[in-house]
C-alpha cells in the first residue's frame, strides 16, 4: 500500500491508504505503484486518480510539488485539489470566461498578469474537465 496525502494551503484534502495514483506533472502524467523510486516534480494543473479498493476517485488539482519518498509515501503540495463530485461546473466556467476575456484585454508588456491569467485558465479548465469526465456531463 501507499500512503498518500494531499496538502493545499487550507490543510489536508486527501489523506488514505492506496493501490496506485495518477499524478499530473510538468514531465507528463505518471502512475505511481508501491515501492516507487524516490522522486520530486512539479504538479500541473489536472486530475489525479487515486485506485483503492477497486474504486477511483477523481480530483483537480492545481500546480505545486510532488514528493515521493522511500517506503511507499506519496505527497503533494498542491495550491488547489478539489474532489469531481465538489466542483461547481457553472461556477468554473464562468470563472474561466472571466480570465479569458481580461487575458484579451491585457497589454502584451505585462507578463506576470498574463502569466497568472494563464494559470487560472488552467486550472478552471482542469477543473472543468475533471467534474464533466466524472459527472458524464456534456
Known sequence: MITFKIVTPDGVTYEDNIEKV?????????????????????????????????QVVALAIS???LEIRPDSEVYLLAD???RAEHIDIERAE?????????????????????????????????????AKRYRNVK
Open 22 to 54: 495518477t499524478i499530473p506533472t510538468g514531465a507528463g502524467q505518471i502512475t505511481v505503484l508501491e515501492n516507487h523510486a524516490p522522486l520530486v516534480s512539479t504538479l500541473v494543473p489536472g486530475e489525479v486518480l487515486v485506485h483503492k479498493d477497486g
Open 63 to 65: 500546480t505545486g510539488i
Open 80 to 82: 488547489t485539489s478539489e
Open 94 to 130: 464562468a470563472a474561466r470566461a472571466r480570465a479569458e476575456e481580461m487575458m484579451k484585454r491585457q497589454d502584451s508588456d505585462l507578463n506576470i498578469d498574463f502569466a497568472r491569467l494563464q494559470a487560472m485558465i488552467e486550472r478552471e479548465t482542469a477543473r472543468i474537465g475533471v
